[in-house]
């Protein structure tokens, strides 16, 4: 059993939850400095919210993320760093996305312009590996979460 195994059955075990481990993964573009640098906002606590490109779960046959559901956020190095559950969950198009949503994400100066800006270059680079372009009515998947558990190596 890996280490992210192991915790969820500690966690799970002890909130009297289901053994079946849930999804593990890691904010960002995969990079380990971008996984690092969001995953320790989380932890501080000024990272509670995040968004995809909804048309991404379609390509990748990804689901949409449920109220309720526990995720378990992974450090750069895909290690386990957090527990979180999701609190809320909205598909609207970006130019829609409120100034609340874009500081719940906790990035650069916690503005609606640096989110926009920062999400907007995100968004065209990921689309473009699909042949896709950019436009402000895309489709977002905006996700609302609480930390629910602190990994802690032990």
């Given at each position: ?26 904010f960002g573009d995969g990079s380990p400095e971008m996984a690092d ?118």
């Amino acid at each position: 059993m890996t280490k992210i195994e192991t915790y969820w059955q500690q966690f799970a075990a002890k909130h009297n939850l289901s053994s079946e481990l849930p999804e593990a993964w890691m904010f960002g573009d995969g990079s380990p400095e971008m996984a690092d640098e969001l995953g320790h906002l989380v932890v501080k606590g000024i990272k509670t919210g995040t968004c995809s490109a909804f048309p991404l779960y379609e390509l990748e046959g990804e689901e949409i993320p449920q109220v309720g559901q526990y995720e378990m956020i992974l450090d750069g190095r895909n290690l386990s760093l957090a527990i979180i559950q999701t609190t809320k969950v909205e598909i609207l198009p970006m130019n829609q996305v409120s100034e609340e949503f874009a500081r719940s994400e906790g990035e650069g100066d916690l503005s609606y312009r640096y989110w926009y800006d920062a999400h907007e270059a995100f968004f065209l680079q990921a689309l473009r590996a699909y042949g896709l372009e950019f436009t402000p009515e895309l489709l977002l998947v905006c996700q609302n979460f609480q930390m629910v558990d602190l990994y802690q190596n032990t």
